[in-house]
């Protein structure tokens, strides 16, 4: 089945440490985004890419880090430069084009990361 | 910048119309998209309006007028299950998505 995949679904980290966290799609999908979910609250951009080789900072970037070497992965790292880094992330893809396609977002399940 | 301004919660009973009303700031605005999350999962697309006027999707339905950079939600016929957040997203010219703070609906016997 298409879908996008991300892992680990639970995360627990120390203070200190950089975390990798995984997003694959296999929807052909030329548009990825990590998106970063506090509780009671909405979705804030942390990264986004359109096309292979190329990303694009978001509203909330520092501390993260990303990179776009396929069309089907984008990993999102989070550094230890990220003072608060716990909470819901949730990857999505889009056609290229999304705004002419339909306008549709596709999420992940989503990663649980809690720092200790 | 870029916000997008929705209210925080609204509570009505199973059978009625609940309208969530979504105000919008984006440089080079594309279309107005519309999610359902419920608790602890991940956000699915409901509707989206890239013109003016109204796009019909079984219960719910979303309008767009682009000249009042505002747009809203309608669910209709409200069911328990209908229980959730709904986030109103933004997409510009650049493929750029950018989400409200999301509106909780509860709906009540």
């Known amino acids: 089945d298409g879908g996008i995949t991300q892992s680990p679904k639970y995360l627990f980290r120390k203070e200190g440490q950089n975390v990798t966290l995984s997003c694959e799609q296999n929807?052909?999908?030329?548009?990825m985004y990590w998106y970063r979910q506090d509780p009671g609250q909405g979705l804030r951009l942390i990264y986004y890419?359109?096309?292979?080789?190329?990303?694009q900072k978001g509203d909330i970037a520092e501390g993260y880090s990303v990179s776009r070497e396929k069309k089907e992965s984008f990993p999102l790292t989070v550094t230890s430069a990220q003072k608060n880094p716990t909470a819901f992330y949730l990857c999505?893809?889009?056609?290229?084009?999304?705004?002419?396609?339909?306008?549709?977002?596709?999420f992940g399940e989503g990663s649980r990361l809690t720092v200790l | 910048g870029q916000s997008l301004e929705q209210p925080s919660e609204v509570t009505a009973v199973e059978g009625a119309i609940v309208q969530i009303n979504c105000t919008y700031q984006?440089?080079?605005?594309?279309?107005l998209s519309w999610y359902q999350q419920h608790d602890g999962g991940a956000p699915t697309f409901l509707s989206y309006?890239?013109?003016?006027g109204l796009e019909e999707t079984g219960r719910f339905s979303s309008f767009l007028s682009r000249s009042d950079s505002y747009g809203y939600l309608l669910l209709q016929e409200l069911q328990m299950k209908d229980s959730a957040s709904y986030f109103c997203?933004?997409?510009?010219?650049?493929?750029?998505?950018?989400f409200g703070a999301g509106t909780q609906v509860v709906v009540t016997p």
């Open positions: 997203a933004s997409t510009d010219s650049w493929g750029k998505f950018q």
């Open positions: 309006n890239a013109l003016d």
């Open positions: 929807l052909n999908h030329d548009a």
């Open positions: 890419s359109q096309i292979v080789n190329d990303f």
């Open positions: 999505a893809s889009s056609p290229r084009l999304a705004g002419v396609a339909g306008g549709e977002l596709f």
């Open positions: 984006t440089s080079g605005f594309y279309g």
